[in-house]
């Protein structure tokens, strides 16, 4: 099969497509026959040589895919083959066929274009896991993301607005809040020119986020423990601002506040196993009735993957770009 790996870390001219053996499904896996691979900023990090896949996982890049069972190893009982499925990796999305536990894979929702809907297992656990069933966002509660047209940010706006919160997002484009706006952002901020502290406190009228979902990390950590609210939850997923910042203890305690950095990639297979669960109950009736739905920016076959590549390094996405083998 062909697939995708990195030869020494680097820009995307470091991704090079090579040949491999096709996966053999183990016990309790299944082989799935990729339809599309989602493009993530940590498939980026992975190619500059600053996110190593967990210990025993391959050195193909990709983190979610979509496509039908090829085969199922010994111990399989929920899949058989022909079945249309999307699944959440470690690695190996970038192929054309990958090997994943069966607990990580998921029902193609109903109606759903299967190759836009490779790229919805990766934003779709992590928004799931961390905005609602770590921060546990509630109807009602106002909650703060950043990076509101990315690929997570788009889920996550469309998630919150259908559970009844109130969103507000951060962009650094006209273009990508009116896009936000569209999904469902009561407030679309401007980082270049506007501070979203103050933006989101004039808003709420001094409230403040009760949840805030950050990929920037280090850079934004005393503003955003500004921004929240009492009783506030900030959920960090990212560390595009770096991995060390200072953190206003007092600040904190006086607003009853918390802070947590939640990763997904290398969480054991039976948690995975229960976001994916968890999504299906609560997410997969949302995409059957298309009030969520998959916000894809662009779809390139696998060659192009260095363009794909580009296109995240440059920060021209709304949305998720989609890779077809």
């Not at 967990?54 to 929920?78: F, N």
């Not at 990796?89 to 836009?116: I, T």
């Not at 953190?247 to 297979?269: D, E, S, W």
């Not at 739905?293 to 662009?298: E, L």
Request: with cysteine; hydrophobic share 45%; proline share 6%.
């Amino acid at each position: 099969m062909r697939a995708v790996v990195v030869k020494e870390p680097g820009g995307p001219e470091a991704l090079v497509v090579v040949d491999r053996e096709d996966p053999v499904a183990g016990p309790g896996e299944v082989v799935v026959e990729v339809v599309a691979a989602g493009v993530n900023r940590a498939d980026v990090l992975q190619r500059q040589g600053n996110y190593a896949p967990p210990p025993g996982a391959s050195d193909v890049l990709g983190l979610e895919v979509s496509g039908i069972v090829h085969s199922v190893g010994d111990g399989v009982t929920r899949w058989r083959t022909g079945d249309p499925v999307v699944a959440l990796l470690a690695a190996g999305g970038y192929a054309e066929k990958v090997a994943v536990p069966q607990e990580q894979v998921a029902p193609l929702p109903e109606g759903m274009d299967p190759v836009q809907a490779g790229g919805i297992m990766e934003v779709a656990a992590t928004v799931w896991s961390n905005v609602f069933m770590t921060a546990d966002l509630q109807p009602g509660e106002r909650l703060l993301v950043h990076g509101g047209a990315s690929g997570i940010g788009t889920m996550a706006i469309q998630l919150a607005k259908a559970f009844g919160a109130w969103i507000a997002v951060t962009a650094g484009s006209e273009d990508k809040l009116a896009a936000c706006r569209e999904l469902g952002a009561d407030l679309a901020i401007n980082y270049r020119e506007a501070d979203f502290v103050e933006g989101i406190r004039a808003a709420t009228e001094g409230h403040g986020a009760d949840v805030i979902l950050d990929n920037m990390g280090a850079a934004y950590l005393p503003r955003n423990v500004s921004a929240l609210a009492r009783d506030g939850r900030l959920v960090v997923i990212g560390l595009q601002g770096g991995v060390k910042g200072e953190l206003n203890l007092g600040a904190l305690l006086a607003k009853r506040a918390t802070v947590g950095a939640y990763g997904l990639r290398a969480r054991p297979v039976s948690q995975k196993g229960e976001i994916v669960q968890s999504l299906v109950d609560n997410v997969w009736p949302l995409f059957v009735d298309q009030s969520v739905r998959p916000v894809i920016h662009d779809v390139l076959p696998l060659d192009r993957v260095q363009d794909a590549h580009r296109v995240l390094d440059d920060s021209g996405n709304i949305g998720k770009v989609v890779l077809t083998p």
